[in-house]
C-alpha cells in the first residue's frame, strides 16, 4: 500500500488505521460482540458505557444532564415570511411602496426572481399584531390560537443562514450543511444518544397535507437521513393513511413466530459475515431487521388513536382524525413523544409565497395554527413540555421589498437568507422571550446575530451534548452537525 | 519624621526592599497566577506522570527546560513563545492544546499567559508587579452530587437491568449524576414486583420513568426506598389516592406526573407536606378546578 503512487499520505495513514480496526474488530467479535451489538440496538445500559470497546462508538450517554428528552421539530418548509408571523415592524406601514434604501440592501446579490425588479418597494404586513399573554408579546392576528401560549415561546428574531435557494438552505437547516449527505439532527441524536424506546424509531419524520399548493419544493429522505453515520440513525418515514409504516404486516399466510424464525436464521447469516469482516454496517442490517420486526407490534398500537379522549379532538380540532393533515402528525407527534421517541419532525410545506402572499400565508397559517397551540399546550398539560422542545420554523427569511407588483391588498417576497424568524417552547428553553433583533426593515440584523450553527449548538446543548465533541471521523474529519466554523450556544435563551 | 530630600533617598531602597518581600514564592505572579492554570490545564499529560512531547509544566524549572521541540517560553516575546503559540491557535487545529477536546484555556487565561511572558516570563516577579492582568474567576462551587457513584455497583445494575427488563441509564458523564428507571420499550414489563427487586439499586435512582407500567398503589410502597428521586412519571398507571401516602418520605422529589390516574383531590392533598415538590401534573385525572385547557377560558 505505501507504494502506492499519487496516493496523499494521510489517506494511506487512514486506510491502515481502518485495516488496523477490522483486524481488531474481526478478532475480538466473541468478547465484544455482545457489547457492541447492544450499543447498534440502541440500549445503553451503564454498565456498556464504561469502556466503550468500539473505538469512535459513540457514547450513549449525555456529556452533562439534559434539559431536553425529546424534540418536536414543526418544519415550515418553503420559509414563512418573519413580517406576518413573528417580526413585527409597525413603522413599515408608512413606507408603503417607498422604495428600499440601497444602503440597507448593502449591495447584496438578490436571487435570480428578482433582481432584474427596477424597484424594491417596501410592502409593510396586512395582518396586523397585538400584544399577548402576560410578557405582551405582539403576535400576528394569523396565529388566534398560537397567541394564547405565547408566554411559553422563545422567539429568535436574529437567525441566519448562508444560503439564499430552497434545497441548500433546507439541507443547511436538517443537516448543518448545504450538501447531501450529511446526518441530520435527529441522526446525531440518535447516534449520541441512542433509544429511549427500543419498539419504535429514535428519530421520525412525517409531511403534511397541504391546504393549498402554490410553489411547492420537494421534499427527499435527504434531509432526514442518516449520512455517513450508521443507517439504523436515519429516520423511519411515517406515511398517512392505515398503514404508516410499508411492508411492516406479514404477508397473508406467514405467522409471526414463522416471521420470527425467518429473521433469526438471516440474522445468524448476517452475524457470520460479521465474524469474517468485521463490517459495521452489517451489524446495522441486523438491527434494521430486529426493528422492523418490533414496529409489527408498536406501530399499529401507535396509530390506533381511538383511545384519546373527547378533550384531544377538542384541542387539536376536527382535521386531527384526518391522516396526514398536519394537525393528525401534531397529535401523533405527541403520541410519540408520550412513547420516548426522540426526536420527531414534521414538514408542512407551501409557505414560498412569491406572489399572492397575503392570501396564502392566511391558508397556512389556519391549517396549522390550532393544531400548533394544541401540541404545545397538550405536551404541557400533560407534563411532557419540560423535557421535550418544540421547534417552528423555516429555513430562511422573505425580503421586506415586494416581489412582483405591490398593491395594498396583494404583493410577495422574495427569499432572505441575512435574517429570519423561528420559535422554541419547552425542553429547558426560556419561556415567554424575545432574542436578537433586526434592523427597521428586517433586512440586517442590528443586534445578537444567531447562525443556523449556534441553533444546532444549543439544540444538542439542551439534550446535554456539547457540540464540539459529538463527533464522527469520515474523510479524515472529526465530522460534527456543526462542522468546523465556530459555533456557540446561546446561553440566553435557556431557562 | 523624615524630611522631604531624606525621604526622596529613602524610595529606591523602600523599593528594593519591596521586591525581596514579594520575591517570596507564593506572592510571585508565576505562582499565583500562571502555575495555577497549568496545574488545571496542562498538567495532566505534561506532569510528573505523563511527558507528552517530553514536556513538563509542572514547575518553572520544567516550564523553562521545554521539550523536545526544545523551549516553549522566549521570555518578553509571547507571540514567539509556544507555550502561547499552541494555545491560541484555532481549535480544530491539530496542534492546539490542550489537545483532544480537553477544557480549552478561557481568553482570560490566555491574557495572563500572554502578559507575564511579556514581562519577562519571570519567576520571581511580584504579583503586583504585572498590571492589567484578568481577575482570578471566583472558584466554581463544586457540582453536588445527586446520589451516590453508580459505577461500583455496575455488575448489579446489568444484572437487574437483564432479570426485570428495564434500564438503567446513567444521566450523565458524572457518575453522581444518577440513573433514569426507563421502562418506555417494555412499560407492561414493569410492575409492582420489579420496583421491589431494584431496591439495591434504589438510592441511584434520580428519575423514575414509569408511565404506562403496571405499577399500582402496592408498587408505590417500595418507592419509598428510592431516596434521591427527583423526577417520577406516574402517567397513565392504576396509581390512586390511596396510594399517595407511601411517597411521603421522597423529601427531594421535584415533579411528579400523575396524568391519566385514578388519583382526586385527596391524594393531591396528601402531597403537600413534600418539601421540594414544585410541579405536580394531574391532567386527565377528577383532580377538581384544573385548567387544562387555557384555550377553554380563553374563549
Redesign the interface.
Known sequence: MWDLPHVPLGLKREWLGLETRRHFLGQGVKALGWAGLATLLG????????NSPIPGAP?M??????KAKRAIYLFMAGSPSQFETWDHKPALADLFDQDLPESVRGGQTLTGMTASQTRFPIAPSLYKFARHGKAGRFVSELFP?TA??SDELCVIKSLHTDAINHEPAILQLTTGNMFPGRPSIGSWLSYGLG?????LPTFVVMTSKMPHRTNVQALSNRLWSSGFLSPEHAAVALRSGSDPVLYLNNPKGVESDVRRAMIDGVNDLNRQLFERVGDPEINARISQYEMAFRMQTSVPELADFSNE?Q?TW??YGPRAKEPGTFAYNCLMARRLA???VRFTQIFLRSWDQHSRLPTNIKLMAEDSDQPT?ALV?DLK???LL?DTVVIWGGEFGRTVYSQGTLTPENYGRDHHPRCFSMWMAGGGVKPGISYGETDDFSYNIVKDPMHIRDLHATILHLF?LDH??LSFKFQGLDQKLTG?LPSKVVHDLLA | MISWPNFRRAVPALAVLAAVVAARAEDTFYAQRVAPILEQKCVACHGEKKQKGKLRLDSFAHLMRGGEGGGVVQSGDAKDSELFIRVTLH??DEDFMPAD?KPPLTPDEVKVLELWIAAGASATAPLSSIKGAPALAAPKAPVAALAPD??PR??Q??RL?EELGV????????PT?G?VL?T???PTRCDDAALAKLAPVADLIVEA?L??TKITDAGLVWLATFSNLRAL?L?RTRVTSAGLGSLASLGKLE?L?L?STGVDDAGVARLKDLPALR?T?V??TRVTGVT????AS?K
Not at chain 1, 450517554?61 to 439534559?66: E, G, M, R, T, W
Not at chain 2, 387544562?292 to 384555550?295: E, I, V, Y
Open positions: 440500549r445503553s445500559a451503564p454498565n456498556l458505557l464504561a457514547a450517554v449525555p456529556h452533562f444532564a439534559p390560537y394564547r401560549v433509544a429511549m424506546n427500543e419498539e379522549p378533550s377538542d384541542l408520550e412513547r420516548g397551540y399546550t398539560r400533560r407534563g419540560d446535554g464540539s465533541k468546523v | 481549535p480544530a477536546s453508580w459505577q455496575s455488575a445494575i446489568a437491568e434500564r438503567l441509564v446513567a444521566r450523565s458523564h458524572l449524576d440513573l426507563r418506555a420499550g417494555a420513568e408511565a404506562r412519571d402517567t415533579s406526573n396524568t410541579k401534573w391532567f386527565d387544562a385547557d387555557p384555550a380563553a
